[in-house]
């Protein structure tokens, strides 16, 4: 049974005052536009231009490497500099394609000219394939490939992430308030991709407006559902969602599509509805700049290609100098130690602290306080765990079901010896995994 | 060209200042260790402040002592092993503290100095420190005190209040109860009695005890069911049957409160799961049991948090929680 919301989890200070009430505006980008041919999971796409030739804005520039990969459009027009590796969020150099823009804007067909209710589930799949959609949450997992699973007349739930339970991320919520009714109809062209499925926005409750304003924007539509969440991290964990919503339990080992789920994020939907009525590729995001060391914390749509550092110019610049610059969120998202990086499918956020919280404390032995056992949303023993994987006990940290993490950080949050217990975890979680790819 | 180059050195200057990055989660809870054991001596203070009222100035000094012996020796084990020090992080004047009021009030000043070094360097240090000890390293030091000078252990004796001219003997009212002697159940439970520093009022200890269970320091889980299946224990077995009175001595005497809420809980040597813990609990509460209703002595407490916390191993090994979705991987 549904119970809306997870066993554990905490209740970190959520920073989103500072953002949310600032309604999304565009930035126009400036300067050259860097294209990772890695956004995403899956193989890397293949660049499909050349230097010095000229692109359109919504051309494809990179065409997807496989199966599980994803092509990449120019956001803008302009001419090809360079096909070089460039520094991106990861910390990693990788293969980019540079596009000076000419800030003429000029656009490329769309994806398709056929009407949505014209198209056959197939074509409808095909075009979300083509748009170069993935999941815009953080994990940048190929939506078209979780819209086919094996058994599609298995999928009985199509579940929208309203969760949006990362602290100072208000991304999601400025979407769903500005753009609702792409939102439905984004979820209408997904569940009509499964015979009887149901379709759930599912919302934390911290964001009442937008519940009130979803339901109101569904009451008509005999298979879709708002359902309210108990304000909790992680509560946008895949896992944990699909529990909060059905009452339905899975594990590392198996997919959503094992428990008749198809999860996706808000920024998620909105492309594919874009993508599938009007033929546009994913090409901008909304990305939440804040933090208590930006100026002017702000929500913006951004194209994809841009680099970080003009984010923070549109957001008024520095109070303070920032002692650390995150990508994503303070929970899961990454630190970099450059901000001249440039904007993908997956930034969700730039967040600016002035405090380092973490170069703060000096981790210490565990006193086996068990506050990690009590917060961890996959019921392991976080401090077991990271004991095991620090002294390489292979055995045991598969005994302690280690492979079962989310990486959700929970755990190094709440420890009072301020161990770094997920990062422990997550080094040989990676480990296992590509031992096992092997 | 021009271009390129402030490109480059923009890049170089950028180099150069690198700025930090850590794995996440970026951001950390306010609690320290530290802070969880101010919070335990806090709650002790209720008891450890109507010990030394209740036992005149000795009380204090002997507390003092414990509490000196136990940092002092923390700090110089660490000076002279060549570690990090950690005797800042206040576990050190919580085992103190616990050992002081686990002494009656007759022993002389070089036994709590005695303990305190044997709960830190052989209990503690020499296992590895902070949350390596097996067994609660206050308790360790008290029965290794017991078996080594017993004549002084048991002894107690006391002198009421300050400057009280009237030496008061005599066993503790457990003892008393369970040779069928009389007691005051009310003077046991505000703690006029006889006892060691910190055992007798179980009303302070109590209020101490609420206070780390609303302050999420500890959980309900080991107090409770340890209380709750001592009590079945004794109402079954004690010959006694439901006497409330009697029932109400085994709650208030032989320093029940103070192992319930302050000893079985500690975080190092009780096990991490809840479900272990209520097992745990529940095998402390038998144990005490049959020790005071069985052994020819009438406290066990002590005893029996000692053996349970050999036993936490093995409940951890049998109590490994299931992982979110296990039950549908067995079936798949």
Redesign the interface.
Known sequence: MAGFT?RGG?H??DGKALSREKAITEIMPKGEMVYPVSQHIGAPAKPIVQKGQRVLMGECIAEAGGFVSAPVYSSVSGTVKAIEKRRTVS?DMTDCIIIENDGLDEKAAPLTARKYEEMSRGEVLEVIQKAGIVGMGGAGFPTHVKLSPKAPEKIDTVIVNCAECE?YLTSDYRKMLEEPDRLVKGLQIETGLFAGARGVLAVEDNKPDCIALLKEKVKDIPNITVVALKTKYPQGSE??LI?AVTG???????LPA??GCIVNNVDTVIAVCNAVTEGEPLMHRIVTVTGDAVKDPRNFKVRTGTDYAELIEAAGGFVTE?????SGG???????????VPVTKISSAL?C?SV??????EP????????C?EVC?????P??LADHAEHFNEEEFL???GM?CV?C??C???????R?L??SI?TMRKLQLAKRKK | MEEKNNVAG??EK??KK????????????K???R??MGMVVLALMPAALYGIWHFGPKALLLLVLSIAACVGSEWGFEKLTKQKN?AG?L?AVVTGLLLGMNLPVAVPWWMPVLGGCFAIIVVKMLFG????NFMNPALGARCFLVLSFSKYMTDFSYRPGWGGADVVSGATPLAAAKNGEAYDLMQMFLGNEGGTIGETSALALLIGGIFLLLSGVI?WHVSVCYIASLLAFVLLFSGHGADLSCLGAQLCGGGLMLGAFFMATD??T?P???KGQVIYGIFLGVLTGIFRVFAPGAEGVSYAIIIGNLLVPLIERVT??????????QK?
């Not at chain 1, 949303?377 to 023993?381: A, E």
Request: proline share 7%.
């Open positions: 997870f905490i970190p200070y910390g602290p896992r944990q529990y339905r339990e899975i594990n590392a080992a198996m094992d428990a920032p002692a650390k610059i995150i303070p929970m899961m998202g990454i630190s970099l130690f450059d901000l001249h967040l602290m380092d919280e973490v170069a703060k404390w210490s032995a565990c006193i086996n306080c068990g506050r056992v949303p996959s019921r392991l023993v401090s077991h005994r302690y079901y079962e990486e950080g929970s190094s949050y709440v420890c009072p010896a301020k770094q997920a990062q997550r | 923009e890049q950028s180099a690198l700025r930090s990055v850590s794995p996440t989660p970026h951001i950390r809870d609690a320290t260790t802070g969880i950690t992080d576990s420190g902070l949350g390596q959980t975080y190092v009780r991490i799961t809840r490994l929680p299931k992982h979110f979705g296990y039950r549908k991987q798949a």
